[in-house]
């Protein structure tokens, strides 16, 4: 069911960098809209950053990780990249990839992506 694969994850202080990468072998990222989302133990998994399939460029991002992630696409290599600088120990969590078609008013919404990657762990320690 993990059509989609993370990789990229690890250790890293406080105020450190992480690139995270999705990418599947299977499924074209080209006309579908992409998220990342984040889940730590015992909370619920929550938005982090999407980019939509159409519309141009535009990225959205969780107010927690505004001006600190980014969120891109190499269409070329069919890869999602999330960009994480200024790491917080906040940010500590299981970060997943997924695809799907949302519209506008749901790109932040879980239930909008139906295919998702098995994520990938992220360590941020002070």
């Known amino acids: 069911q993990a059509h989609l694969v993370e990789s990229g994850g690890g250790s890293a202080i406080t105020g450190g960098s992480l690139s995270l990468s999705c990418t599947s072998s299977?499924?074209?990222?080209?006309?579908?809209?992409v998220a990342w989302f984040r889940q730590a133990p015992g909370k619920e998994r929550e938005f982090v950053a999407a980019?939509?399939?159409?519309?141009?460029?535009?990225?959205y991002l969780a107010d927690s990780v505004k001006g600190r992630f980014t969120i891109s696409r190499n269409n070329a290599r069919n890869t999602i990249l999330l960009q994480m600088n200024n790491l917080k120990p906040e940010d500590t969590a299981i970060y997943y990839c997924?695809?799907?078609?949302?519209?506008?008013?749901?790109?932040?919404?879980?239930?909008?992506?139906?295919?998702w990657g098995q994520g990938t762990k992220v360590d941020v320690s002070s």
């Open positions: 980019s939509r399939w159409s519309g141009g460029s535009n990225m």
């Open positions: 299977e499924l074209t990222f080209s006309g579908y809209s």
């Open positions: 997924a695809r799907g078609r949302p519209i506008l008013s749901t790109v932040r919404m879980i239930s909008s992506y139906t295919t």
